[in-house]
């Protein structure tokens, strides 16, 4: 069981390195986390223009495993932890903020938000099953997305560089601050784009960019696929060429990912509805992630739910109580989110090897990707840390 090293081994750490180095003003939540011990701020304050490269998908294992001869892996610097869960919609928002999931509080792909009444995706600030975004009923995307972004606190100019399917989304506008948004449609325009602001600024400059190639490769082909390689490979290239193109330009470039991947086979799946007698003790669907589970539990039906979990799902499941592991720091170091609780329901199930656990609702498609994360294996867990000066 690998878990976040949040006092200066993770992706959190490394947010905090950043702000300094470019002497962001001061945020208490921010400040509850050391600086990162790889790549302190006193490394990152010399460069005119520092620039995070967001991979979703690459884990520090598969660099070294399939990365030979790889320009990213010529430039790794170390392995990082990611947050917990190990998942996009936690990493990325910790990557947005500056903060762990303890301060932001958003917990995996789904959760319930008593304040909108339902269970929500979380990126895509709608209901579970499906339908339009909250926010074309009027409500503020702000109500739930309460961190500040961490361009706000920035002297230096700010830019997102992502896809064109997702730059202006809800999720996206909120945490972007004032940075300025540039939208890409293929890889090489997102390498074009982040050339292009490098070599005109006059002043300092922070650019975030993100690609999900690799992510969408993995989950849909799995972690050893030649697609997840072509798409590796694509990655590496561009980025070669990237670097030769901003020679001079004094940036630091620091590449890193949200997770890492395993594959979880069908015949891994548990079905909740296999499962009626463990059913029977929720009172809500199941939130989170596949690999990271939180389950509210009908008052009084606590007992037979623990009993019905460590007596059958013992050999796939670990069983927690949700306010042990904030307690136990693994969504974050600091103060509290108020509603970090009640984003985690009851219990946690953190899913054992390549086991996975599902329900379904109604209107929700059924479909289960090959390619997973969110758990605490090493090979979700790990991420590398890569940098590069041009």
Not at 181 to 190: C, I
Not at 237 to 243: C, G, T
Request: with cysteine; hydrophobic share 40%.
């Amino acid at each position: 069981m690998e878990l976040p090293d949040y006092q200066g081994g993770s992706i959190v750490n490394l947010m905090r390195s950043i702000e300094r180095g470019l002497g962001a003003r001061p945020c208490a939540e921010a400040s509850a986390y050391p600086e990162l011990q790889a790549l302190p701020a006193q490394e990152i304050a010399g460069a005119r223009n520092v620039v995070l490269l967001v991979l979703d998908g690459l884990g520090y294992h598969y660099l070294n495993e399939h990365g030979a001869g790889s320009t990213l892996l010529r430039h790794l610097k170390t392995r990082l932890t990611s947050v917990f869960p190990s998942t996009t919609a936690t990493a990325v928002t910790s990557f947005l903020t500056g903060v762990g999931p303890q301060q932001h509080a958003l917990t995996g792909w789904t959760a319930w938000l008593p304040e909108l009444g339902c269970v929500t995706a979380t990126l895509r600030f709608r209901a579970r099953h499906g339908g339009e975004p909250f926010s074309k009923s009027g409500i503020s995307p702000r109500s739930v997305y309460t961190a500040e972004p961490m361009f706000d606190r920035l002297p230096a100019k700010s830019y997102v560089v992502s896809p064109q399917q997702i730059i202006d989304s809800d999720y996206n506008v909120t945490h972007c601050g004032v940075a300025a948004r540039r939208p890409y449609q293929e890889l090489p325009g997102m390498f074009s784009n982040i050339a292009e602001i490098v070599c005109s600024g006059d002043g300092r400059q922070f650019i975030h960019a993100y690609t999900y190639d690799l992510d969408a490769a993995a989950h849909t082909h799995g972690c050893a696929s030649p697609e997840l390689q072509d798409a590796f490979r694509r990655i590496d290239a561009a980025f070669a060429r990237f670097l030769d193109e901003i020679a001079g330009s004094d940036t630091l470039v620091i590449a890193v990912a949200d997770h890492g991947f395993i594959d979880s086979p069908t015949a891994a799946c548990i079905e909740l509805a296999d499962h009626p007698q463990l059913a029977e003790t929720m009172m809500l669907p199941l939130c989170g992630e596949r690999r990271v589970v939180y389950c509210y539990v009908h008052p009084g039906k606590e007992d037979a739910f623990e009993h019905y979990v460590q007596t059958r799902l013992d050999h796939c499941a670990s069983l927690f109580r949700s306010a042990d592991l904030i307690a136990q720091g693994w969504f974050g170091l600091g103060p509290v989110h108020p509603r970090l609780a009640e984003r985690l329901g009851h219990y946690t199930l953190v899913m054992k090897d390549d086991y996975t656990i599902k329900d379904w609702i109604l209107g929700e498609p059924r479909h289960l990707t090959l390619g997973v994360h969110a758990g605490v294996s090493a090979a979700e867990m790990h991420v590398p840390l890569i940098a590069a000066s041009a």
